[in-house]
């Protein structure tokens, strides 16, 4: 196409883009399916499942981090991070094209909105973080990891090795104190096989639900975390403030997990 | 007219998708008398480069030659042994296998009428592991894997001295970048054939790696009495200077990873710290950086991350 012919194409899409303004009127504009900048084909599906009648965004403050290339498909490290973005109640990640494409869903109470993590991917996929601001909009970043995959539903290795059945829902940890900007970096290992419930004969047995207090009990954070999240998960959190933290959760099971991590 | 060219480009795709086409264009480099090396690309594997990223070597010898690796495919192995017959009419007698990466063994069925040794752990490593390996390499490699199968090794390498084709040669077990390394040392020209314990001008590799082994057998390298070095990846040496830069290169490494683990980072924070100047002219550094993280990292953050009290 040549450049006049696209400027007139331009000019054609603004005036039919006007249209449709008048015609719908903002409120249901807003809440339409916005044109994915990763080109993906789960993007309908993932919008439709989480996302319907919501106000969505591609907000380039929303950062996904991960290396372009999965080295190991049972354990892809991801960052997200929202620097700028005020407000964040609720955080949620998924890969579009996963088996499971729900990773995990975050409440950052008294934190910021930034985590790491890795997880399990079954072939390429985009990587999304969607942040919800106050006023209700989910502001979503994202990046592509190319994957060999297999990640969901090859075994996990305790599935092999009874050692986590004397250690299931151990925690390490230890708190980094950031005294320029009043948080703490809090980071986790819990031991538990993460299965996926799609490797053959291995039911789905997973941690689902972490939450980080303050000595008096109250919530700092909440994670909710789902079958693609890697065995034996680390978890980066920036908490604001400082002390110790007290961590309580537990798997599908009703496996408790408890532990208490000072500074 | 695109219609003609996208069926000129269908024709070109059938004419090289097929393996045994594609060209590799290997050129034995002589390095030493009766002594040649194939030098690979310092690339990372691609559909361009057929997987030859690799160098591979062979010996000379009175009545026959000893192969020092096969190779990416069944392709390479087969214009390997082309390319030798090209240098010397002497049948292939002996190949040896430095260790269990997919770039050094997978040419081993152009050698099915040779005996293949390797280190007992190579072995080990190729049953378990080499049809991982070798599906890996089909999808980052395509059309120049094409009728390409794992061959295990037919025997365990035993470490010392041996003499093969009237050559005497020193075969010396190692460990680091993998459980099993192997080099080979030819006696006459003091040509060591180092395997991938040691690389040069490009960025290491490290998925079975133990840096403090690693290190180890960089020392002993150091005390061999070496004249040409051929390494695992990038320019033939003849000074200690391929040595020197994979001990620089992994000393700075399990440093930074150690630090990193310390100061509370994941390790997508750890991917983006700058590397030092000195390694910026090492081929793909980026790339295996990235990799190394996540192959060594676990094992350092857990260093860092006390049991908690219930």
Request: hydrophobic content about 40%; glycine content about 8%.
């Amino acid at each position: 196409m040549n450049e006049v012919a696209g400027r007139a194409a331009q000019r054609v899409a603004r005036m039919i883009g006007a249209a449709a303004c008048l015609l719908s009127g903002f409120a249901a504009l807003a809440a339409e399916r916005p044109v994915d900048p990763l080109n993906s084909p789960g993007w309908s599906t993932i919008h439709g499942r989480y996302f319907k009648d919501q106000t969505v965004v591609f907000d380039e403050r929303v950062k996904v981090m991960a290396p372009s290339a999965a080295e190991n498909p049972l354990d892809v490290p991801v960052q997200i991070d929202a620097d700028g973005l005020a407000d964040v109640e609720q955080v949620l990640v998924v890969a579009d094209l996963n088996p499971i494409q729900k990773i995990l869903s975050y409440e950052p109470t008294r934190a910021l909105p930034s985590l790491s993590f890795r997880f399990k991917v079954e072939q390429s996929t985009p990587i999304r973080a969607a942040m919800r601001t106050k006023d209700g909009v989910w502001h979503v970043g994202g990046v592509w990891l190319s994957a060999a995959g297999g990640g969901c539903t090859t075994p996990s290795h305790g599935s092999a090795d009874p050692l986590w059945q004397t250690h299931l829902n151990e925690v390490s940890g230890r708190l980094w104190p950031k005294a320029d900007s009043n948080t703490q970096r809090l980071r986790l290992r819990v031991v538990h096989p993460m299965d996926t419930g799609l490797a053959s004969g291995i039911p789905a047995f997973y941690i689902d639900r972490l939450v980080i207090s303050d000595a008096q009990g109250e919530q700092i954070a909440r994670l909710n975390t789902y079958e693609p999240i890697s065995e034996n998960p680390v978890l980066s959190f920036d908490l604001k403030g400082s002390g110790p933290v007290r961590i309580t959760g537990g798997d599908i099971q009703g496996n408790k997990i408890a532990a208490e991590i000072r500074p | 007219m695109l219609r003609w060219a996208g069926a000129a480009l269908i024709v070109a795709g059938a004419m090289t998708a097929r393996g045994d086409d594609f060209a590799y264009q290997l050129k034995p480099t002589a390095v030493a008398d009766g002594v040649y090396a194939l030098i690979g690309k310092t690339e990372n594997f691609t559909r361009d480069n057929g997987g030859n990223i690799v160098n591979t070597g062979f010996i000379v010898g009175q009545d026959g030659v000893i192969v020092i690796d096969s190779g990416p495919s069944k392709a390479y192995g087969t214009q390997q042994r082309a390319a030798i017959a090209g240098v010397t009419p002497q049948k292939v007698t002996q190949v040896y296998l430095t260790h269990a990466h997919p770039d050094h063994f997978l040419g081993n069925q152009a050698y099915a009428d040779v005996p293949i040794a390797a280190t007992v752990a190579t072995n080990a490593a190729l049953r378990q592991s080499g049809d991982a390996l070798l599906d890996n390499l089909y999808r980052l490699v395509g059309g120049a894997m094409s009728g390409t199968q794992v061959q295990f090794g037919s025997a365990d390498a035993a470490p010392g001295s041996v003499r093969i084709a009237g050559r005497a040669l020193r075969l010396i077990p190692a460990a680091g970048h993998t459980a099993g390394d192997l080099m080979v040392f030819d006696e006459a020209t003091k040509t060591l054939f180092t395997g991938d314990l040691v690389f040069f001008q490009r960025a290491l590799t490290t998925p079975n790696a133990d840096i403090p082994r690693w290190l180890a057998t960089l020392d002993a390298i150091d005390k061999l009495d070496f004249k040409v070095m051929v390494p695992g990846h990038g320019p033939v040496l003849r000074d200690h200077a391929g040595v020197m830069q994979t001990r620089d290169y992994l000393q700075w490494l399990s440093g930074a990873l150690k630090d990193a683990a310390n100061r509370g980072l994941d390790m997508p924070e750890v991917m983006r710290l700058p590397i030092p100047e000195r390694f910026r002219t090492l081929a793909v550094l980026q790339t295996e950086y990235s990799r190394s993280i996540a192959h060594l990292y676990p094992a350092y953050e857990l260093e860092t991350l006390p049991a908690a009290r219930p």
